[in-house]
């Protein structure tokens, strides 16, 4: 069973106005999140991240949101480049009893149109 | 900065070959894992070592075995290479903080092998 899921293949966005990229899970026990992106030809690189017991994080023009009651997290590119194209995963982890272990999502490959 | 790098960028194997990817990192870190990328399936876990001679099964191990007998080194094996292996395969690694990932220390990643078998 797919416990990270993110429902939008791919969304376009014009450069300069908001991206949204949203991820959903099943597992309670997910206590850590990440935001990963991957350019073609390149390795995931890490983006961001959020705590369980956040709500928000903020990182320049990235901000992640977590609502743990909807188990759900998104990603928020303000404002969008066309260097921010590529793919992003959601991530998610149970230190407790997955340690180091990363579960991904399918991806959302982001296009920002100059 | 963590360098982790994979023996090959592209690969293009027989079916029932035996094939070997290999991962190196720098940075001494504990933990290393393989995933297989697929369209429409995001990432996937096949196997993980926390540490030297460790090995734990990921998500979906079947069909491969893997090796760790040095601590930078970590070779994911195909015993016996099929159609269904074609795939982009990615080498991460991550210095075990021992509680939950941080900035500096997360999974990093290799540049990935493109993995054909005919």
């Known amino acids: 069973d797919q416990q990270v899921k993110q429902n939008s293949p791919s969304l376009s966005v014009q450069e300069g106005r908001i991206s949204i990229l949203n991820c959903d899970y099943t597992?309670?026990?997910?206590?850590?999140f990440l935001w990963y992106k991957k350019y073609p030809a390149e390795g995931p690189t890490f983006l961001i991240s959020?705590?369980?017991?956040?709500d928000k994080n903020e990182d320049g023009r990235f901000t992640v949101f977590l609502n743990k009651s909807a188990k759900h997290l998104s990603l928020h590119i303000v404002p969008s480049q066309p260097g921010d194209s590529a793919v992003y995963f959601c991530?998610?982890?149970?230190?407790?009893?997955?340690?180091?272990?990363?579960?991904f999502g399918e991806g959302t490959q982001l296009t920002v149109n100059p | 900065d963590v360098k982790v790098t994979q023996s090959s960028r592209y690969l293009v194997k027989r079916t029932g070959e035996k094939v070997f990817l290999e991962c190196v990192q720098d940075m001494d870190h504990e933990n290393m894992f393989w995933y297989r990328q697929d369209p429409g399936l995001g990432l996937r876990l096949i196997y993980f070592?926390?540490?030297?001679?460790m090995k734990e099964k990921g998500d979906i191990p079947e069909g491969y075995s893997v090796s760790r007998e040095k601590k930078e080194r970590f070779s994911l094996i195909l015993e016996s290479a099929s159609t269904n292996q074609t795939s982009m395969y990615l080498c991460?690694?991550?210095?075990w903080g021992g509680g939950r990932p941080t900035t500096t220390d997360t999974q990093y990643f290799g540049p990935g092998t493109r993995l054909t078998v005919l």
């Open positions: 597992n309670s026990m997910f206590d850590y």
């Open positions: 070592s926390y540490d030297v001679k």
């Open positions: 991460a690694s991550r210095l």
């Open positions: 991530a998610a982890s149970d230190v407790e009893t997955s340690g180091s272990r990363l579960t």
């Open positions: 959020i705590s369980s017991i956040k």
